[in-house]
């Protein structure tokens, strides 16, 4: 069996979805590989919902802006509620080089454009109800940001794209990358060989595999952090709360109120835990629960329900790789997305759409020119 | 306002401590008993309606009463609670949770504490039959074992069994019941010094480090033992018709919960689906409790249960309606009638057979499945584990205390402890308790030519002899078969002690005795309802085997031994020809148990809930089924199914059934993810860590 596409996406996930739905938007025969057996089943699932623009480069402000009006838009423009909620963001300070750290990078975010200010404590205590006063100095507050449903999105995007055209491949992963005079000609899977001059490799925590497929090295190494959500109670915050203190065992942790009513939290363990292994840790309930209570001590009566881990595929220097991979025609990379694949995701999709359709705004060009995949990695983003 | 308790019991002592904590309902003051949960003090109140589902408006109360799920979800004093695991305290201000409860902000700071992790050779999950017995099994090894079990007594659902066990005196106690069998075992366990137990203590996940999360009252400790006996035993299937999520409809364990551990009286009136062991003991129990039992329907043309336990039922006059089934369960706010119907041979309804029933309360009883999880992941972690009991396969509890012993053996073994091997007849006799009963035997007898004997009405091959052997004169045989035969009565001769009438767990043996007067023998029968219902000179209408009246006759004693241990001994005046007919003493009368005039309709199927916690219907299953969902994690993200308050684990089988009825062949679909908590910890619980 054989079949012909467009563009052949590797990876069904934050990423490769809404990649497939806007280049099928566009009238692109676009195909879908995930070796699992239904849509966001990687890292997508494990993603907690938070959706920020409120970053501190220009690339990935510009793509998250472009995920949030996508997400805030998402119900009228495909009649699917994804849970979306404008609830903003807050980084809260109790200690003063937080906020110094914080201040500094408002001041550089507002000269992006960003809603973002610092606020005092007696707003973040009307923003998050019954949060510890005692050395609360402040924090920021960016109201554009939001959250939504990863879950409920990714099967949106898998039904949006179906009808605009896609198609998905469950179950079969791509097991070769046929090139042929330095130019893709099409993909392998156990099943069948399916022929297309464009492939992008959106396969998240695999992209360092699926790379050497066509003997790319794709700088992607995944750590590992867990997450968990409460039974729904009614609403009493609206923004994700995030602290960045450090603590023996973990750097941050953030946590919001989704549109059930349920609490998502998730921490970033420290040293970070490398590697692919997902399966739930004896440390992390006794860990996050004691950093969450002590901050709002309103959720101690608040029961957990379900905790999992997710991969956070890391690049180097912590942004994505986004753009062409050098060597091979017709390769791109989306992948790197280091945990923000999901906020990234319909941004970077709406991008690739318009860059392999020959529609790409200046804004692109310099969003590929930050985050290509053969740049020289320097530095770490300041709020990874 | 009626308080319904449990007043008087045949079998259980009453309550030691009346109900005189006051606690609020709604604004309502009500009394509970010092301990209680706050369901079991709400039902004692007449009050079944806890609250109201946020995303349909459906009624809510008890499901599971065993913590497992948030269907009886109230808020007390501000918060959020299972009523079925939460003591009322005094005072305690209780409002019904009609949508998203709030969540309040506290006045101080809660406790934030270190989390202990504890050494142990064996870590036993579940303090039932089965894990205590491994548990004995390890500590006469010296085995450092802990035993946690979530409930504030060990016995795991021994204590809810007021009816003597089956199999053999000397291997399970055959003939003691189930209430003192747990008794019993929590006192060996008492006396082994290097077993502790620990109850009220959940385990709530297994982690891939290979620990074992427990959360012992408000506190949270992590295990780490050198391996895993998993002995937590299985929850009961539901079987999904128009409005099976009422309140009113129960699992039969949340009924005994109820009933037998509380001493509360659920219900006035009830009907109970499955005629499996589960179903037909708990009518018995029912009885016990005066509760009136209006039938029992089996969707087979025979109960899969004993025989003797139908029999039982069938004596005391409840209708077993074989080749039933359910189709609707009916009321707003409450069960108020039950419709059922024939069915044939593939379970399809016989059109022109409903009939519905005007009850308050439907038991199901459809069977159980294993809690196989906490063994699954161990098993997936790479950690030394055995399961068993219910937890491994679903059997008698007999066979649970059996089986327990053999998996404590085999773990201990894999410790590299010097112990042998499993006996070979452990596991032979293990196999014989865990048989399926033979088919039925019409019962024969032909009264031997003596003054006195014995009539056994034992229909089929179970593994049971105590009757055998208890009987001073060797008289009773089990037809070559130490303990499946079926006893007959081989004589030469009968003393008359009524020993083994006393005994029979089935209450299947009776005494001719025409010692006195051959042409009016009397005849011992064993009774185990209220005495009050028997008294020394009133007439009882006497039934045979299968329940059908024989006439009324005189009770000219009542023997209460110490040996037959509650079991009262009934001796009823009979002409000749009827006495060895006797059977049993009816105490409801199956012709007032008619159903209504006219048969009710139920919902359409599509409108049935299947999740619920979530009340996501089947209409909404099948339509994804439909578009191609093949995926339970996909079901799961489109619908919400397995997301709710149990943790996922009641709807992924009524999902599977939904799957197959759609043509889908189950080895095509992929099952979801599993994941810790096991049950709903609050965060606070974490926090504070092991401090108790």
Redesign the interface.
Known sequence: MSAAFDVIIAGAGSVGLPAAFFLAEAGVKVAVFDP??????GQN?AAIGGIRATHSDRAKIALCRESIDFFASFKERTGDDIGWRRGGYTFVAYSEPIETMLRTLVEKQKTFGLVIDWVGPEKIVELV??V?TAGLLGGTFSPEDGSASP??C??AFKRRAEEKGARFF?REPVTRIRVEGGKVRGVDTPKAHYEAPVFVNAAGAAAREIGALAGLTVPVEPDCHEAGI?????R?MEPMVVDIRPAPGSKNFYFYQNAE?QVVFCITPDPPILGT?N?????F??M???R???LL????????????RGLYPMTPDGSPLLGRAAGIEGYYLAAGMCGQGYMLGPGVGALLSRLLTGRETPADRDAIADLRPDREFRGMEALK | MVERRVKRHPILPPAATPAEVPFYWNGERLLARPGEVISSALFAAGIHVFGHH?RDGAPLGIFCANGQC?QCTVIANG??VKSCMVPVTKDMVVESCD????????G???A?G??KTLDTEVLVIGAGPAGLSAAIELGKLGVRTLVVDDKDRPGGKLVLQTHKFFGSIEDTRAGTRGIDIAAELAAEIAALPSVTLWLESTAI?V???G?V?IVRRNA?F?VDPDALLVAAGAREKQIPFPGHTLPGVYGAGAFQTLLNRDLVKPCGRLFILGGGNVGLIAAYHALQADLEVVGLAEALPAVGGYEVHADKIRRLGVPIFTSHTVLAAHGTEHVESVTIAEVDREFRVVPGTEKTFAVDTLLVAVGLSPLDEFARDAV??GMKVEAAGDAAEIAEASAATFGGRIAALKLARRLGLPVADVPREWEEKLAVLKARPGAPVPHAFEPPDLPVYPVIRCTQEIPCNPCSTVCSKHAIDLDGDPILGRPRFAGPECSGCAKCVAICPGLAITMVDGRKDPENPIVTVPFELAGERVAKGSLVLATGARGEPLGLFPVVDVKNRKAADRCLLVMLRAPKATAPLIAGIRVQDPAEMRPLEEALAGETADDVVICRCEHVTAGNIRKAVREG???L??M???LRVCMG?C??KNCPELIEKIFRAEGVDPGKT?PNTR???FV??????????SKE
């Open positions: 699992e057996a239904s849509p966001g089943r699932r109800p019954g510890a879950l409920l990714a099967t469950f409460t039974e729904p109670v009614a009493f009513g292994d399966r739930s840790t004896s440390v309930l006794p996050v629960a004691k969450m209570v002590a001590p309103r959720l101690a009566n608040l029961k957990i329900r379900r905790v999992w | 946020p948030a918060v959020a949508r998203a409860p709030k969540l309040p902000v506290l101080e700071a809660p934030i270190e989390t996940g982690f891939s480090d620990r999360g949270y992590l997936a972690f969902t093949r995926d994690n996909e799961k993200a489109k308050a943790c996922g992929t994941r810790p908590l709903e910890v609050p965060f606070g619980v974490f926090a504070g860590g």
